[in-house]
């Protein structure tokens, strides 16, 4: 007998962490560039832009009290206070797409990524999976620091001691990828998304519903 079987995944939410330099940020843009099931969640911050980057692509740039504002209403899913600027991810960019069966990429600091992974909101601790770049010695650390280039020796400096601490907390993610390539990294996180998203709690079906998304035959 064949019946109609309508399937809809409901999406993940990517934590994705790792010392600046470890290429998280590259990782998740990436993939959402690539992959129509993917967006990349757009910080906001308070600091000013960088040369080349821009309001709402690479993050919302706010002011420190319209920030606080949007704190106080609730606005935030995560936030917090990193070299005297305010970052945070807003619920916007997050839950209407888990619910939409889409993935949500973020690049958090291990501060803001423990507050996302203690979430108490049922959303959220269902889709959450938790990712940790690490790269694979100091020099290669210190050698991707500086080739930024944006930033003063005083400035990496303080990101190095800050990326020192950071490394330290690997092992409280599920998953760690030690970073190699570029392409080498992008399998591995290509390879851990495509897994999550074959986890059958995921999944949630209709029998009979062909507006759904996929049909199977049994």
Known sequence: MNREL???????????????????????????SQDPSSVYAVSATTRPPR??????????????EEFELRCTKGDFLEFAEVYGHLYGTLKSEVIGHILEGRDVLMDLDVQGAQIVKHCEDPVIQDAAVDIFILPPNEEELIRRLNHRATESPEQRELRLRHA???????????????????????????????????????????????????????
């Open 6 to 32: 309508a399937l809809q995944r409901s999406g993940i939410l990517c934590v994705v962490s790792g010392p600046s330099g470890s290429g998280k940020t590259t990782l998740c843009k990436a993939l959402s």
């Open 51 to 64: 040369p080349g980057e821009r309001d709402g692509k690479d993050y919302y740039f706010l002011g420190r």
């Open 164 to 218: 020192r601490d950071e490394m330290g907390h690997w092992s409280d993610y599920t998953y760690c990828i030690v970073s190699g390539t570029k392409e080498d990294d992008f399998a591995a996180f290509q390879s851990i998304i495509q897994g999550e998203r074959c986890r059958s709690r995921r999944l949630c079906g209709n029998i009979g519903d062909p507006d759904r998304q996929v049909e199977l035959e049994l």
